[in-house]
């Protein structure tokens, strides 16, 4: 399985799922990775494009209504992976073939990222570099974090 075009900045995401939900998931309670959106990068800017991020959505849907992907749909459904792409409620109230997908799990993680967004949108840049400033403080005193962030600068 290669990565879907048509999916644009979510083509890993979804083929990371599909494998991991065909072959397993192995769930480790630490962070592995960091991941940095940056405002001009091409995820970002195409995900504040709501004409461009409802594309890729139904798109996303229509592959897990496919008899290619229909082994995995469940797993999309009762995980609340689908919470992940901006605008996933925006694009799945839309359409009302797609409601079967808007479970109570999904619901709650979209709702809370949309919110979390629109905070930090509207948030003046002081408090932000004070949080920032913050979370770098208990990061400092945890040696795993420490050392785990210490690779990515």
Not at 38 to 47: L, P, T, V
Not at 75 to 104: C, D, K, T
Not at 141 to 149: A, H, I, T, V, Y
Request: include cysteine; charge should be positive; glycine fraction near 8%.
């Amino acid at each position: 399985m290669g990565f879907l075009e048509e999916l644009r900045g979510h083509c890993d995401w979804f083929s990371l799922l599909v494998i991991g939900f065909r072959r397993g998931i192995c769930y480790i309670p630490h962070p592995l990775a960091v991941w940095r959106a940056q405002q001009a990068g091409s995820y970002s800017a195409g995900n504040r494009d709501w004409i461009e991020q409802r594309e890729v959505i139904h798109t996303l849907i229509d592959l897990l209504e496919s008899p290619t992907y229909r082994d995995v749909r469940l797993m999309f459904q009762r995980s609340g992976a689908l919470f992940f792409p901006p605008h996933i409620l925006r694009a799945l109230v839309a359409e009302r073939r797609h409601w079967n997908y808007l479970s109570p799990i999904v619901l709650r993680r979209a709702l809370c990222t949309e919110l979390r967004r629109l905070v930090i949108r509207s948030m003046p840049f002081g408090v932000k570099r004070g949080l920032c400033g913050l979370r770098s403080r208990i990061v400092g005193r945890d040696p795993q974090l420490r050392e785990l962030l210490a690779h990515f600068r």
